[in-house]
């Protein structure tokens, strides 16, 4: 037993260095503590909300924020931090749902091109090319506008229009890794097929992919608020953050807080999830690893 | 070169019937829509669209005879007005939106590029950080947040500039401008700060740098070039955010552009409006990716070589 | 001419400073060639990009020393002032012509360019030099491929290219960095001589910087050998040469191969031959085409090859780029499929295998690979890297792995305790060492080698040349050892197989070929050997 007692030192992989350069970036970081906040908010909602969703108080109109009301209050009377807190749980359930159908569409299609590869993938991406072509926000509000709007459309809708770079995203690194010598290693030593794809084109594939879900999250919840913002999107009485945008667009002139508090909630969130995205890109971008 | 711009073209032909089809077939589905006889409309509207659309016929011949039309350029008269045709209508609102989204677009090129390189200089420095915060400001900010909060301080409160309108007053056109160009302007700097960087860490760069060029004639003369390839491959598709984009600006700015009565259309249920509207952005998001294709392959000399056949 | 003193070059990295040049000082006369010779990391390059201002500061930092060429400081004059030397005075070319030239602009622009930036010249007059710079580097039909791009000259033409670049302005000074590295043996013993030859007519002092003692050695009056930023050792090349004073210098000059290989192997020969591979053909077509694709031509990589390897022998096989050799080792492998022929592997013909009993039969023969970098999965420890062959194949379980992972790492002479650690934490040689860990575990009858010492520092190559010779010997291993290096082919093999365009050009006994070579190719390819 003898061998066993040799000091083994303990290496740090290629995860725990990216996962320590990204504790050490400043701005991820904040977006890191911003998201869960607001993730926190949203599923606190009905829980924490000052007052309720439909709350109308028609004296009161629309005040500036106050002591009663910390972001104020609309024309009817309701009050805005409510609001914008159950607008947030539309706009990020939007982003997270809608970003998953992408991501399971996006993975599979790009994993199956790139590692079957020939013909297949040639066909494949030729279809990915032949759908970037499309006018997809056009189609979307065609959708709207014909079937009426719903959450369930809006999930499907946004989740195909955003797999197409997902797919080209992972295909391109399936390609790489599959050209590069440790896949053929693992070839030579006669791995299956399916050994190879678990043990060794995954784990090295999923860095882009988390970055790439990373950006695509605040991607989706603009092209939601988007349509909301021109009336296509999530409809009366449910809102999200581009309906009370839209809302307090119309009375900026007057009631200036209608329209800065939803758009910055709104712009908040897109900060925090592209800082968090741009930080887990440099953490796990092996170029920067080598320095 | 002339082969390759036919062969793009012959593989754009496909996608745009696609969209045709999608779009007539997704019409042609909806409730209360014009083929559908449920609704209650004027005689006389029922009989021009019969004269035109044949809506005796079996969906198919409907739809052959459409592109029949389409193929003359002809987009069919407006569901919504009677009087007008969608030719009309796309004409009416077409120049407005070319214009802005062409003031958009150099607005974004000029600020992206000078930012990028500006920041691509000097990289995890002040040079670097302040542009790239910019940068990401304006990829956080969307156009119908951004739009709102220009119009407000620089129309409402400080009056320096009109808050509607389009090529009645001097200066209407720069806000919605830069409220279009803004996150384009954002992503160009992202992306050209980038491949800048790339670019100055090739060894050819380093080569002009030992052959004692000046810093200007490296960065113009022998960096620019590949750096502005990727910028290219994203103007390209960018084309069709561009549009859509337009929507919301036309809509915020009281531009009476295609955008603006686009979402009228979809408000009203114009539905011949909208497919002709939407066959017509799906020519233009073509053609210009088109165009974005035929420049890459121009600007590099290998490819272009490989295109040409080659000796 | 040119004087350097206590030059000290440092890094500033994330992890602190790292001290790149220390303490550098030499003297260079006009028209005489130094030779700076050391190891990746040693900092001969960034010495002499200090000189030119030609190192990203930050991070990189002079912090003391001058450098006088003829009385005018280098390290203290301001930029615009270096500019009118840079390209003019003292001219440089780099390692990779693939790369240092500009793909974006025709040839003749980065000549003109480099004349007009530094003489007032009419553009007609610029052309004119460049055709006569062309001509002189020997570029044929100069007249019709001066408006070319870089990519429609091959690897050797661009570096002529680079040359004439640099020399168009009549420098005094050229700065070679490591000029002929990425080209193949035969053409860099042309470009060597090219250099040489000009470097003469000119009087030009150049300062030649390699890693290759041997070029060193051909090319250099003065040699200063470089060691982690520091001068080890300075003197003529003779004196280099014949008495080395350093240790370091005495490593260099044994790393450098002009032995034949020490003990040969124990072939027994065999019926029917261990292997044996008959009229094997791999062809890659290529298609292409403006409008519609169509096959172009059929790349003839490996063009009806036979060979037989006996049990326990070393056969190399050696070529240059573009000869097929990978490609025949991968075709082995079954890595690439071949068109026809058959590779019997004591009798068994591994084409015909299907893919299920194909994977269960590989443990038989294994694969040594080039890049140590990449041939590692960067996400696996090297315990698991090396545990993954034998739990496949069963020839281990969960508790005995851990043994026979120590066994391996005793074998490639690697510490037990790194067993935990990931590859991006070892160096290019301990990671090759981990990889032929991984190729000998499972016992394979057989080893393919692809240049698997052609991205090693030299010392380091020796080390792991030695490893291979001793564990061939050890565990009585039949290898294919593929390599451009005809000194490393002497080395190991026991018998060489020359290829050139896919073919087989000549084929014999080690010794016997490189003392009586038959075919043009082969004489071509051993004339270009430096010598020291």
């Known amino acids: 037993m003898t061998e066993f007692k040799i000091n083994i030192e303990k290496g740090t992989s290629l995860t725990h260095d990216a996962f320590m350069r990204l504790r050490k970036n400043n701005m991820a970081m904040i977006g890191l503590c911003i998201l869960i906040f607001f993730i926190a908010i949203a599923l606190l909602t009905p829980l924490i909300a000052p007052y309720t969703y439909e709350g109308q108080n028609l004296e009161l109109g629309a005040t500036p924020p106050s002591a009663l009301h910390w972001l104020g209050t609309d024309v009817l009377g309701r009050d805005q931090l409510t609001r914008i807190m159950y607008g947030s749980r539309v706009s990020l359930m939007v982003g997270f749902i809608a970003t998953a159908v992408a991501l399971l569409i996006g993975v599979l299609w790009g994993a199956i091109a790139g590692f079957l590869g020939g013909r297949v993938d040639a066909i494949m991406m030729r279809i990915v090319d032949a759908l970037y072509a499309l006018p997809f926000t056009i189609f979307i509000i065609l959708l709207t506008v014909i079937f009426g709007s719903s959450m369930l459309l809006l999930f499907l809708a946004i989740g195909a229009v955003e797999w197409l770079t997902m797919a080209r995203i992972v295909r391109g690194q399936v390609l790489t890794i599959k050209g590069q010598e440790f896949v053929e290693a693992a070839i030579t030593m006669g791995l299956s097929p399916w050994q190879i794809i678990t043990r060794h084109l995954i784990p090295n594939v999923l860095g882009p992919i988390i970055v790439y879900t990373t950006l695509t999250i605040p991607s989706v919840i603009l092209l939601e608020s988007f349509l909301s913002f021109l009336g296509l999107g999530i409809q009366p009485p449910q809102s999200s953050w581009g309906s009370l945008i839209s809302g ?23 900060f925090s999830l592209n800082f968090l995205g741009d930080g887990l890109r440099d953490a796990l971008d092996p170029r920067a690893s080598k320095d | 070169m002339f082969l390759f711009i036919l062969k793009r073209i012959l593989q754009s032909a496909p996608v745009l019937l696609l969209v045709t089809a999608v779009t007539f077939f997704m019409i042609h589905a909806a409730p209360g829509g014009p083929f559908s006889q449920e609704r209650a409309v004027p005689p006389e509207v029922i009989k021009r669209l019969n004269e035109r659309y044949h809506l005796d016929e079996p969906i198919w011949q409907q739809f052959v005879g459409y592109l029949g039309h389409l193929l003359h350029g002809d987009f069919g008269p407006s569901f919504k007005y009677p009087t007008h045709t969608v030719n009309d209508l796309i004409a009416a609102g077409f120049p407005a939106t070319f214009e802005l989204a062409l003031y958009a677009t150099l607005f974004a090129l000029v600020i992206g590029l000078t930012a990028g390189i500006i920041a691509s200089l000097k990289p995890n420095s002040l040079q670097d950080y302040v542009p790239m915060s910019a940068a990401m400001l304006g990829i956080c900010l969307p156009s119908f947040v951004l739009g709102p909060i220009l119009l407000l301080v620089f129309g409402i409160w400080l009056q320096w500039l009109p808050v509607a309108g389009w090529g009645q007053i001097a200066g209407d056109k720069i806000l919605p401008s830069i409220t279009l160009g803004a996150a384009y302007a954002a992503y160009i700097a992202r992306i050209s700060r980038g491949s800048m960087l790339e670019i100055l860490s090739q060894d050819y760069i380093r080569t002009a740098r030992a052959k004692g060029l000046s810093n200007a004639r490296i960065i113009f003369v022998h960096a620019l070039r590949g750096a502005i390839t990727p910028v290219i491959s994203f103007l390209g ?21 295609l955008g603006r009565f686009y979402v009228q259309a979809a408000f009203n249920r114009d539905y011949t409006m909208i497919m002709g509207c939407t066959i017509f952005f799906a020519f233009l998001i073509v053609v210009f990716n088109l165009l974005a294709d035929v420049l890459l392959v121009l600007l590099n000399p290998k490819v272009r070589q490989e295109v040409s056949g080659g000796h | 001419m040119l004087s350097v003193k206590n030059l000290r070059v440092v890094f500033n990295t994330r992890n602190g400073t790292a001290v790149a040049v220390e303490d550098l000082s030499f003297e260079l006369k006009v028209g005489e060639v130094l030779g700076i010779v050391g190891e990746s990391g040693s900092g001969k390059s960034v010495a002499c990009y ?13 912090e003391k020393g001058s450098a006088e060429y003829f009385g005018q400081d280098l390290l203290r004059i301001n930029e615009k002032e270096l500019r009118k030397i840079r390209g003019h005075k003292i001219s440089m070319i780099f390692q990779d012509p693939m790369t240092s030239l500009n793909p974006y602009m025709r ?27 062309l001509i002189e580097v020997g570029i044929r039909d100069v007249e019709e491929r001066i408006d070319n791009y870089p990519h429609q000259f091959s690897g050797g033409m661009r570096q002529r290219v680079m040359i004439a670049m640099a020399l168009i302005t009549e420098p005094q000074l050229l700065i070679a960095d490591e000029p002929t590295t990425a080209l193949d043996v035969t053409v860099q013993a042309q470009i060597l001589s090219l250099i040489k030859s000009l470097q003469k007519t000119r009087n030009l002092a150049v300062i030649f910087i390699t890693h290759d003692l041997g070029v060193a050695a051909q090319m250099a009056d003065n040699i200063l050998v470089m060691e982690k930023g520091r001068v080890v050792e300075q003197g003529t090349t003779e004196q280099i040469f014949k008495h080395p004073a350093h240790i370091y210098t005495q490593k260099l000059i044994s790393a450098v191969l002009t032995t034949a290989k020490p003990t040969p192997s124990l072939a027994e020969i065999t019926e029917p031959p261990f292997l044996q591979i008959k009229q094997l053909k791999t062809y890659f077509p290529q298609v292409g085409g403006a409008f519609i694709k169509h096959l172009i ?82 996400r696996m420890t090297v315990f698991d890297a090396l545990a993954e062959p034998l739990l496949v194949h069963g020839l281990a379980n969960k508790g005995t792995v851990l043994a026979q992972v120590n066994e391996l790492m005793d074998d490639v002479g690697l510490d037990r305790s790194f067993i935990r650690k990931y590859p991006h934490e070892f160096s290019g040689g301990q990671r090759q060492r981990i990889a032929i860990a991984r190729a000998i575990a499972l016992k394979p009858k057989l080893i393919i080698a692809d240049e698997p010492v052609s991205a090693l520092d030299v010392t380091i190559r020796a080390q792991i040349l030695a490893l291979l010779l001793e564990l061939s010997q050890k565990h009585h291993l039949t290898m294919l050892f593929i390599s451009h290096d005809m000194s490393v082919i002497r080395y190991l093999c026991d018998r060489v197989l020359v290829m050139q365009d896919g073919k087989l050009v000549e084929e014999g006994a080690t010794e016997d070929l490189f003392a009586k070579p038959k075919e043009i190719y082969t004489q071509q390819l051993l004339a270009a050997i430096p010598k020291l």
């Open chain 3, 50 to 62: 200090s000189l030119l201002g030609l190192i990203p500061m930050p991070p990189g930092k002079i």
């Open chain 2, 237 to 257: 598709p960018a084309i069709a955010g561009l549009l859509a984009g337009s929507f919301v600006v036309e809509t915020i700015f009281q531009i009476p552009g």
């Open chain 1, 248 to 270: 307090g667009t119309e009375t900026m002139e007057e009631y200036p807080w209608l329209l800065i508090f939803p758009g910055l909630a709104l712009s908040l969130t897109l």
């Open chain 3, 297 to 378: 031509r059929i790349v003839k990589a490996v063009d009806d090859i036979s060979l037989t390897i006996n049990r326990g022998e070393i056969l190399g096989v050696v070529g240059e780029s573009g000869s097929g050799k990978s490609t025949l080792g991968r075709s082995i492998m079954r890595l690439v499929e071949a068109q026809s022929g058959e590779i019997l592997l004591e009798g068994k013909d591994l084409r015909g295998l299907p893919i299920g009993e194909l994977q269960k039969y590989r443990r038989n023969f294994q694969m040594i690979f080039q890049d140590p970098y990449a041939s590692l999965n960067p």
């Open chain 3, 107 to 133: 040839v003749v622009d980065q000549l003109m360019e480099s004349v007009q930036v530094h003489h007032a010249v009419s553009r007609k007059e610029a052309r004119q030099r460049a055709i006569k710079a």
